[in-house]
C-alpha cells in the first residue's frame, strides 16, 4: 500500500489473518492507569490479547511522534470491558507485496464513555464488549491462518531486520545475507518471535534472537556440526553468542550455515 494511503482497522485485520504481523524485537506490553487484564504480573499477552485485538479495531490514527514516521496506532475493546491500545509500524518490502504490520507496543487504558491517551487526548469508547467467545475466534483463525500459510516470508524477516537497534541490525543482517548466499533455496519466516531458515519440506536449519548485550546465531542440525559451536546447548540448538565487539568469522559461520541446511533438526 501508499505510505499516504490510511490505515484502516479493516486493512489491519487482513493482514493479520493474511500472517502479515510480527512482534517487534523489543515489543513491551505494559499496564498503564492501574489496568490489568490478565492474571497478576503477567502482562498483556501476544496470542491471547494483541492479536484478537488487531483484528476488532475501533479506532486507528497515525502516531503523532516524530520519531515513529510509519507508525500508527489502535484502540480496541477488551472482553473484559477495558481498552487497548496498540502501536504498530508498518513496513514495506517492495511495492508489489502486501506491507507487515510490527507490533511494537501494547498498554490498557482506563474509564469508561472515553479514555485519555498521552499522545491523542480523549478517545470515545464504543460501548459495545466484544464476547469472549468472539474474542477466542479471531485467536483461532489467525492460528489457521499461520498454519495455512506456506509462502516465503521474507518480508517479515525483513521488517524484524528493519525493526532491530544500531550493531545488532548490523550481526543480524550479515548473518541474513550470509545464510541466503549460502542456501539459494533458503525459505525464511518470523516463527516463535524469532527468524528463522529452512528448506521448504526438509525442515528449519538456522536462526537468530537479539539479546540484550548479544546476537544468538542459532544451528538447528540434526547431529553436531564440525567444529561444534560454543554456545549451544545440543545439536538441535547449537549456537553462537556474538556481543558489539565480536567479529563474525563468515567462513566458520558459512561452514555451519552449510552444515546445518544439509541436515534441518526442526520439523516444517
Do not use: C
Not at 497515525?62 to 489502535?74: H, K, S, Y
Request: aromatic share 8%; no cysteine; charged share 30%.
Amino acid at each position: 500500500m501508499n505510505a499516504a494511503e490510511p490505515l484502516t482497522a479493516e486493512r489491519i485485520s487482513d493482514l493479520v489473518v493474511a500472517n502479515r504481523v510480527i512482534r517487534a524485537p523489543y515489543y513491551h506490553a505494559a499496564h498503564d492507569d492501574g489496568v490489568e487484564f490478565t492474571e497478576p504480573d503477567k502482562g498483556l499477552q501476544w496470542g491471547a490479547d494483541v492479536v484478537p485485538a488487531l483484528q476488532g479495531l475501533f479506532r486507528v490514527d497515525r502516531d503523532t511522534r516524530e520519531d515513529r514516521p510509519d507508525g500508527w496506532v489502535g484502540f480496541a475493546r477488551h472482553w473484559r470491558g477495558n481498552t487497548m491500545r496498540v502501536d504498530v509500524d508498518l513496513f514495506s518490502a517492495s511495492e508489489e507485496s502486501d506491507p507487515v504490520l510490527v507490533v511494537t507496543a501494547i498498554a490498557g487504558r482506563a474509564g469508561d464513555g472515553s479514555v485519555r491517551d498521552d499522545d491523542l487526548g480523549p478517545i470515545e469508547v464504543p460501548d459495545r464488549v466484544p464476547t469472549r467467545e468472539e474474542w477466542e475466534e479471531r485467536r483461532k483463525r489467525y492460528q489457521a491462518a499461520r498454519r495455512r500459510d506456506d509462502a516465503d516470508g521474507s518480508a517479515s524477516v525483513e521488517a524484524y531486520l528493519a525493526a532491530l537497534p544500531g550493531w545488532k541490525r548490523e550481526v543480524a543482517t550479515r548473518f541474513d545475507e550470509l545464510v541466503r548466499r549460502e542456501v539459494p533455496e533458503v525459505h525464511s519466516a518470523v516463527r516463535y518471535h524469532q527468524p528463522f531458515y529452512g528448506i521448504q519440506g526438509t525442515g528449519w536449519f538456522a536462526a537468530f534472537s537479539p539479546l540484550s548485550k548479544h546476537v544468538k546465531l542459532t544451528f538447528v542440525a540434526g547431529s553436531e556440526l564440525d567444529p561444534v559451536p560454543p554456545d549451544g546447548t545440543g545439536p538441535q540448538r547449537q549456537a553462537l553468542d556474538l556481543t558489539e565487539t565480536d567479529t563474525l568469522e563468515e567462513t566458520q559461520v558459512a561452514s555451519w550455515v552449510r552444515q546445518a541446511a544439509a541436515d534441518p533438526g526442526m520439523n516444517w
